[in-house]
């Protein structure tokens, strides 16, 4: 059995699709990745088990940047990406392997089509919180006015009472360009057509909107925590990270964190596309360097241009890198919190490792995995902004302080140790997700049997 697995060229997409493919090979599957040339090209490194190909998405020297604009971008990669991925389709099909099956990131609704041309299985994959799919759900079976009044609570199936700021920004910013509410919108035009719908997270942790979920698409699962199994099940030896960043990881910060008090470091990443501008940037420094615990801080190269002249990059309580292994600093036993962009990946690695969070959201998905982290898991605190939109140092501090000393402190880390025990439970061999994906790999053998 041969599985293509289509990723959307972003490291919040290809990270965990590429950890999927992983559970796919342990199962058996072979299993080829495909993401856009442009975007391959930067990628560090790959695990030597995961075969590579490329699409083009016609802007092969500089990917999204090289077009006008988004928009621009997506229209073009919608022309000539189907034709693309026909073309390597049929070319993978020479082989003594031909592709039985397609497992495409949910922004590419075309790719369901290529699949079903060639008489494939078609397989979507979310890679979001189960909740922000059901908001743009509603909003394309405009169940949801578009645009929303900002006074508006808004009340959805199975989901906490939402207030305009909960909501994902691309319901913000559709009146001044709708094109990035319209790609996750299109990710439902042809769902109903796709053989499973599988999304990166874990039963336990959205259990009412999974079910509601499941009785209008009875052929939803959810197959995550999509991260390395030695954080998990440990199962798959050495699997100890993604693989495929796009930066660089800079190693000498696990030596300086084994040097810190347990539960002492305020570890700081804002994620690999988030872009604070320097008036942000600059409180969280000032923040950071007011307050009393050491602290790691992921400053990628783009924007540390931003950081303050006087700010030192390493001294005696703080340490300044571009890249790091977010998951060995996360489950490294100094870290006592996470002040974090709330984008899902980083959301479900502080989950599966029981760190707190200090909830600092920029844009997308990451305001409404904010409201998640806040109001209904209980493992975090968001930090409030000005008028400006800004969170400034004190606040900042405060909510520090509150996750690592306060009373509302040792509730927040007591439910994230009891999240911890749901989210490796599930990849347990009884887990949810473990029987999800046992489920799913049985439904292709069993197909290939049948047409053997």
Not at 6 to 33: C, D, E, N, R, W
Not at 107 to 122: C, E, N, Q, S, T
Not at 238 to 255: L, V
Not at 406 to 432: C, H, M, P, Y
Request: glycine fraction near 6%; include cysteine.
């Amino acid at each position: 059995m041969h599985c293509l697995l289509l990723s959307f060229p972003a490291q919040g997409h290809i990270s965990p699709m590429l950890q999927f493919s992983k559970l796919l090979k342990y199962q058996g599957v072979k299993v080829t990745l495909v993401t856009t040339f442009f975007f391959a090209k930067n990628l560090q490194k790959l695990p030597p088990s995961i075969t590579l190909e490329t699409i083009s998405d016609g802007f092969d020297n500089g990917g999204i940047g090289e077009a006008k604009n988004f928009k621009f971008y997506l229209d073009h990669f919608w022309q000539v990406g189907p034709q693309n991925l026909e073309k390597l389709i049929e070319k993978l099909g020479t082989t003594n392997c031909p592709i039985d099956c397609v497992i495409y990131d949910s922004f590419y609704p075309w790719a369901l089509d290529v699949a079903k041309r060639f008489g494939i299985v078609g397989v979507a994959f979310l890679t979001q919180n189960i909740g922000i799919h059901s908001i743009y759900y509603h909003a394309y079976m405009g169940k949801l006015r578009v645009p929303l009044d900002v006074k508006e609570n808004i009340s959805l199936p199975m989901l906490p009472q939402l207030q305009y700021r909960d909501m994902p920004s691309f319901f913000h910013t559709y009146e001044k360009d709708p094109t990035f509410l319209h790609l996750c919108l299109d990710q439902f035009s042809n769902m109903d057509k796709a053989d499973w719908i599988l999304c990166n997270s874990f039963y336990e942790l959205h259990q009412e909107v999974a079910d509601w979920t499941m009785n209008i698409w009875p052929n939803f699962r959810t197959i995550g925590p999509s991260i390395p199994s030695m954080f998990l099940d440990k199962r798959i030896k050495y699997d100890e990270d993604y693989g495929a960043p796009q930066f660089k990881s800079e190693e000498y910060c696990m030596e300086w964190l084994n040097d810190k008090p347990k539960g002492s470091v305020v570890y700081v990443s804002f994620g690999s596309l988030a872009s604070l501008n320097e008036e942000q940037i600059e409180e969280v420094a000032c923040g950071l360097k007011d307050c009393e615990n050491y602290f790691l801080w992921v400053v990628i190269p783009s924007q540390e241009t931003k950081l303050p002249k006087y700010f030192e990059k390493k001294s005696q309580k703080g340490l300044v890198v571009t890249w790091c292994s977010q998951l060995k600093v996360l489950a490294h036993e100094a870290i006592g919190c996470f002040v974090t962009h709330c984008g899902w990946n980083s959301t479900l690695e502080a989950i599966s490792l029981g760190v707190p969070i200090v909830a600092m959201p920029q844009w997308s998905d990451q305001t409404t995995n904010a409201k998640f982290i806040v109001d209904v898991w209980k493992i975090g605190i968001r930090a409030p902004i000005d008028e400006k939109q800004i969170v400034r140092k004190d606040k900042l501090k405060d909510c520090i302080l509150e996750i690592m000393e306060g009373e509302k402190g040792k509730e927040i880390k007591n439910n994230a140790t009891q999240w911890k025990s749901l989210a490796v439970r599930a990849f347990d061999e009884e887990g949810s997700s473990q029987k999800n994906i046992m489920e799913f790999v049985t439904s292709l053998f069993h197909l290939q049997a049948i047409d053997k």
